[in-house]
Nanobody, 126 residues
Framework: QVQLVESGGGLVQAGGSLRLSCAANGRAFSSYPMGWFRQAPGKEREFVAA????????DYADSVKGRFTISRDNAKNTVFLQMNSLKAEDTAVYYC???????????????????WGQGTQVTVSS
């Protein structure tokens, strides 16, 4: 079992930055590929970014490439999402999620992920 708790959301002006954190409480966090997703009102949950369990590879949605960076600190059981140059369309609830342990591929489909946090709200004012 892996329990995930997101933090760092808030209200920011367009062009600003936020850093989201996702703290994991559970054994073997370092073996889980991790992902960030977001869901805006009335829309489906969508992929944002993912990182392998070693941190050696990352994947991003086209809409956030060059603006967002996913990283992890396995010693602290935490995964991060640095969000720069924020836009109004980035407004959503952001969720972190854990894939199956020791997976080598990165996936963009929510159904692939086993464990989810409760989400943190990000609001970007234009």
């Amino acid at each position: 079992q892996v329990q995930l708790v997101e933090s760092g959301g808030g209200l920011v002006q367009a062009g600003g930055s936020l850093r989201l954190s996702c703290a994991a409480n559970g054994r073997a966090f370092s073996s889980y590929p991790m992902g960030w997703f977001r869901q805006a009102p009335g829309k489906e949950r969508e992929f944002v970014a993912a990182i392998t369990w070693t941190g050696s590879r990352r994947d991003y949605a086209d809409s956030v490439k060059g603006r967002f960076t996913i990283s992890r600190d396995n010693a602290k059981n935490t995964v991060f999402l640095q969000m720069n140059s924020l836009k109004a369309e980035d407004t959503a609830v952001y969720y972190c999620a854990a894939d199956r342990p020791l997976g080598l591929a990165l996936y963009q489909t929510p159904n692939r992920y086993t464990y989810w946090g409760q989400g943190t709200q990000v609001t970007v004012s234009s």
